[in-house]
């Protein structure tokens, strides 16, 4: 069983639709939480990062990490095509020197 | 700020020849920084961390004579694959988290900032 399970899509939505990402893990000790966006051939960008259990917003995005569940999401509000990419959940725990652990990645297509 | 590149963006090479790929951070100094590998529609797999003037720590699996990391200063670390068989063709990808950066924004614990990536493919 992987660290990390993330749904690997595709997800198609139309544009204007709320996307919802979701990842779980098994291990209790991540403390850091981060979504990444990766667009094709292109190395990963930071979108969403959360540290411990709660929301965070960022104008269409918002983070949520539910830490009894081991269950973190990201939702996109208003989705636009140029948000089709890959979206990676990443994790750390304290102390972790600076790893992260991966998910797989859902890809995401959003339709005009 | 926090640019990190990667050269060459791609590469093609026959099988048996060495492939050098530069990370370097642009505008800040970098500690640490990762290498992975991806393959298509998959997620980055980590091969080793390399901290500036000591040897690279290797994830299990990874042979480290196959591919040999050198981070000789704090704004650049390299990954020669050596030997190069087509099984080796991936998508190489650097990271490199913030050491120090002078004045600017916080930067988060375990930030890590990615290069654009590095296709090579071994014929």
């Known amino acids: 069983q992987k660290e990390v399970e993330q749904d690997p899509g595709p997800l198609s939505v139309p544009e204007g639709a709320i996307v919802s990402l979701n990842c779980t893990y098994s291990n209790s000790a991540f403390q850091y939480f981060m979504w990444y966006r990766q667009y094709s051939r292109k190395g990963p960008e930071l979108l969403m990062y959360?540290?411990?259990?709660g929301n965070k917003e960022d104008g269409r995005f918002t983070a949520q990490v539910d830490k009894s569940s081991k269950y973190i999401s990201l939702f996109i509000r208003d989705s636009q095509p140029s948000d089709s990419a890959t979206y990676l959940c990443a994790m750390s725990a304290e102390g972790a020197g600076n790893m992260l652990t991966f998910g797989g990645g859902t890809r995401l297509m959003v339709k005009p | 700020g926090a640019v990190v590149s990667q050269h060459p963006s791609w590469v093609i090479c026959k099988s048996g020849t060495s492939v050098k790929i530069e990370c370097r951070s642009l505008d800040f100094q970098a500690t640490t920084m990762f290498w992975y590998r991806q393959f298509p529609k998959q997620s980055l797999m980590l091969m080793a961390t390399s901290n500036e003037g000591s040897k690279a720590t290797y994830e299990q699996g990874v042979e480290k004579d196959k591919f040999l990391i050198n981070h000789a200063s704090l704004t650049l670390s390299t990954l020669t694959v050596t030997s190069a068989h087509p099984e080796d063709s991936s998508f190489y990808i650097c990271?490199?988290?913030?050491?120090?950066?002078?004045?600017?924004?916080?930067?988060?614990?375990?930030?890590?900032?990615f290069g654009p990536g590095t296709r090579l493919t071994v014929l």
């Open positions: 959360t540290y411990s259990s």
């Open positions: 990271s490199a988290v913030v050491g120090w950066a002078g004045s600017g924004r916080p930067y988060l614990y375990n930030e890590q900032f």
